[in-house]
């Protein structure tokens, strides 16, 4: 299994406040993605890393911010928590471009609900 | 613009008889297309890939899909259901030239169930 380490895994909290959910990985790749998973949607891509310092926003970016400031490291920051902010986020890594192999190595998933 | 259709949200089948999950797909260019498994509580994992060469692709665990560009479709089939592979399964597309690394399109998904 590709080493990354999602956490919280679990986490409850309330409308209004700060939430940060590490992505944490030993595989020295490239790439890095936060997606949301909620029913019927499928994932989604929420922020990306090309590299240190480097992020991209993606399909649904709008109340979230990212940092990287190590390779193995990718944050995912919820400013101001809302209850459409309640899903199960995943991080995910790839060594090439995700366009051109597709193989993305996922975390096990973190559990958000916002009260 | 590239999008990926699951025709079925919800497959039921028998231990030992043949799997099919359904997957329609749309690209403006050649795609690349891929399924992934996610068993309950688990993040997602790579079962196979098509990416122009051979049509027909094999997975892991038994599993196959062929890509069929005259009806934009790249099925998921496996001959016999094992109890393991209840899990859900994801058609995800990729056609975008730009060359940037989030241009990944998900199905909705397909849960699988197999019973007794």
């Known amino acids: 299994d590709a080493g990354i380490t999602q956490s919280p895994r679990h986490k409850v909290t309330e409308t209004g406040t700060p939430v940060t959910l590490r992505c944490h990985q030993t595989e020295n790749h490239r790439y890095m993605y936060w997606y949301r998973q909620d029913p019927g949607h499928g994932l989604r891509l929420i922020h990306y890393s090309y590299g240190v310092k480097d992020t991209d926003k993606g399909e649904v970016s709008d109340g979230y911010s990212v940092s990287r400031s190590k390779t193995e490291d990718f944050l995912l920051t919820l400013e101001s928590a809302t209850s459409s902010q309640t899903s199960v986020y995943f991080c995910?890594?790839?060594?090439?471009?995700?366009?051109?192999?597709?193989?993305?190595?996922f975390g096990e998933g973190s559990r958000l609900t916002v009260l | 613009a590239q999008s990926v259709t699951q025709l079925d949200s919800h497959v039921s089948v028998s231990e030992g008889t043949p799997v099919l999950l359904r997957c329609n797909y749309s690209s403006s260019y050649s795609p690349s297309l891929f399924w992934y498994v996610q068993h309950p509580n688990k993040g997602l994992q790579l079962l196979l890939k098509y990416t122009s060469a051979a049509t027909l692709v094999k997975g892991i665990n038994g599993f196959e899909a062929e890509f069929k560009k005259s009806e934009t479709s790249f099925h998921l089939t496996k001959p016999s259901a094992h109890m393991s592979d209840a899990a859900e399964y994801f058609c995800v597309v990729s056609g975008d030239l730009t060359g940037t690394a989030s241009k990944l399109t998900f199905g909705t998904g397909t849960r699988l169930q197999v019973t007794l």
């Open positions: 995910a890594i790839s060594e090439e471009a995700g366009a051109n192999t597709g193989e993305l190595f």
